[in-house]
Structures are given as C-alpha cells and as structure tokens.
C-alpha cells in the first residue's frame, strides 16, 4: 500500500512540475511537440532512476559514515552531469533526429532542478529506502512526463486554434501552463 502511495502521491498530487515547479525550463521549452516531449521524457526518466539510485548509494554509503553530508549537491550534480553526458552520447548515435530536436535542453537535463530534487527529496526529506528511492523517481519521471506530454498535446492544439495576435505563442503557453496546474490541484484531495 505505500508503494501505492508513493506512486500515486509522485505522479499526480505531488507533481514535480505541476505542484513543485521543478523542471519548468525543459517544460517549457520542449513541450511544443508530443514527438521531443517523449523522447525528453524518456531522457529524463532514465536520468532521473539511475541518479536518484546512484545518489542514494553515495549519501548512505560514503557521505553520511565519513560526515562529509555537506557534499552532497556537489557529488549529486556531477553524478547527473556524468549520467547526462552518456544519455548524450547514445542518443547522438541512435538517434540524430532526436538528438536535434532536443537541442540545448539535452545537456540542460544536468541543470534540471527536477532530476537534483528528485535525488534530495529521495535521500532526504522523504526518508526512503533503496527500494522506494528507486519507486519515487520512477513515478516522479513518469508524473514529470504526463505534465509535459499534456502540455505539449495542448499546445499542438492551441497551434492550429484561433488565439488572439497579442496572446499567440508564450503568453497562452504560460496561461495553459497556469490552468493545467490549477487541473492537477485538484488531485490535493486524493491525499
């Protein structure tokens, strides 16, 4: 039942985007296709799992028995920046066209406060074990890929709908963006 919770409480009443506005800039800025917000998602996800897992490990195995715990946002940033550096890499040889469409926001994934809250919140705030750890990123990256495959399907509509010349482009972005927020407060209830 708490994994449950963990998953449920990830995805959709603690959204890292929508309810903990972590991870706005890639939200923002890669969300005007479904096709680039699936592959960031993706990126992301993988990120996202293996940082918090390695992170978890480093915090409890290293940092906290040797008291160097004020380390941690330096260690954890080069393991993101290291993991992004390979997700580069891959996605360079596999897939070029998506490795354009991306652009700036691939690298950008090692700034992406949503993949360092994500790993601080696992070791930390929340408390979790291994096991959780791993179960709170994995839906934290799937709750960061339902807000911006949502965002980016409404704003492929938005494209061929009639929006007023002075609201055209980031001005009904950043209102959608708004309402949908407002949407996913709604799950507050749940818990």
Do not use: D, W
């Amino acid at each position: 039942m708490e994994i449950f919770m963990i998953v449920i409480s990830a995805i959709f009443v603690n959204n890292i985007v929508l309810a903990k506005f972590l991870g706005v800039c890639p939200f923002m800025g890669v969300s005007t296709k479904l096709e680039t917000s699936f592959g960031m998602t993706g990126a992301v996800t993988f990120v996202m799992v293996i940082a918090t897992t390695v992170t978890f490990l480093i915090q409890n195995y290293i940092l906290v028995p040797y008291g160097i715990e004020f380390m941690q946002t330096i260690v954890f940033i080069l393991v993101i920046a290291s993991l992004v550096q390979l997700v580069e890499i891959v996605l360079k040889k596999v897939s070029p066209a998506l490795y354009q469409a991306l652009g700036i926001f691939l690298p950008l994934i090692t700034t992406n406060c949503a993949v360092l809250g994500v790993a601080i919140l696992a070791v930390g705030t929340e408390g979790f074990g291994l096991i959780e750890s791993v179960i709170f990123a994995a839906a934290n990256a799937v709750g960061f890929g339902l807000a911006l495959s949502t965002f980016a399907g409404l704003r492929e509509h938005l494209e061929l709908s009639n929006v007023p010349k002075g609201m055209a482009g980031i001005p009904i972005a950043f209102v959608t963006a708004g309402l949908l927020a407002l949407a996913f407060m709604g799950f507050a209830g749940i818990a």
